[in-house]
């Protein structure tokens, strides 16, 4: 006499057949999904962006360098900036994102007295206004063109605020020289 009636034979056929069934549609559709992922790597590799070259950073004229150097995150901001700068392809998304972060951590920390002024402000908040306005083009893909305009932006922002902090230093010096000389000058 069989341990295993008929009945339980045609449920393990069954079951064998739906198993072997099952594997051979995800070995199909395992196939078919690898396919389509290495179209999509060629698809990516063939959308690499080439961007315009901007504008060359401003230098700061007619002061010292190292008035600055006590501004930390100034000088974060420079270096990201050259990194910007130099960028001509590929994704720019984490690059405007640590430009985005170093703003948001000049706004959070106590600028400098020197440095706290309305013009270098405004600067700082325009900068930021056109950062986040290429971010947004990048995030969605627009025209090439269109990127390049807010790139532009960006590096004409960011060279108004170098004009901006060269200015303020050249008039500290000027306020500075007429404080030690007020007695000479008001004696004369």
């Known amino acids: 006499m069989s341990l295993i009636s008929r009945s339980d034979k045609k449920v393990f056929r069954l079951m064998s057949l739906l198993s072997l069934g099952l594997l051979l549609s995800f070995?199909?559709?395992?196939?078919?999904?690898?396919?389509?992922?290495?179209?999509?790597?060629?698809?990516q590799e063939q959308e690499v962006r080439t961007y315009a070259e901007l504008?060359?950073?401003?230098?700061?004229e007619g002061i010292d360098e190292s008035q600055i150097d006590s501004?930390?995150?100034?000088?974060e901001l420079e270096a990201e900036?050259?990194?910007?700068?130099?960028?001509?392809?590929?994704?720019?998304?984490?690059?405007?994102?640590?430009?985005?972060q170093i703003e948001n951590k000049i706004h959070a920390d106590t600028i400098p007295d020197k440095f706290n002024t309305r013009g270098i402000k405004s600067r700082?908040?325009?900068?930021?206004?056109?950062?986040?306005?290429?971010?947004?083009?990048l995030q969605d893909n627009d025209d090439v063109s269109e990127v390049n305009a807010s790139r532009t932006k960006v590096m004409e922002a960011y060279n108004a605020l170098?004009?901006?902090?060269?200015?303020?230093?050249?008039?500290?010096?000027?306020?500075?020289?007429?404080?030690?000389n007020r007695d000479s000058v008001?004696?004369?």
């Open 55 to 60: 504008p060359e950073i401003r230098p700061l």
């Open 162 to 180: 170098r004009f901006q902090i060269s200015e303020v230093l050249r008039e500290k010096i000027y306020e500075d020289f007429l404080e030690k």
């Open 81 to 100: 900036m050259r990194t910007f700068r130099n960028k001509n392809s590929g994704d720019l998304t984490y690059t405007v994102d640590q430009l985005i």
């Open 27 to 43: 070995i199909v559709f395992s196939c078919g999904r690898e396919e389509k992922t290495e179209e999509n790597a060629e698809d």
């Open 71 to 75: 501004w930390i995150n100034f000088r």
């Open 124 to 137: 700082l908040n325009l900068m930021k206004t056109f950062l986040y306005q290429l971010k947004f083009r």
């Open 186 to 188: 008001a004696g004369g």
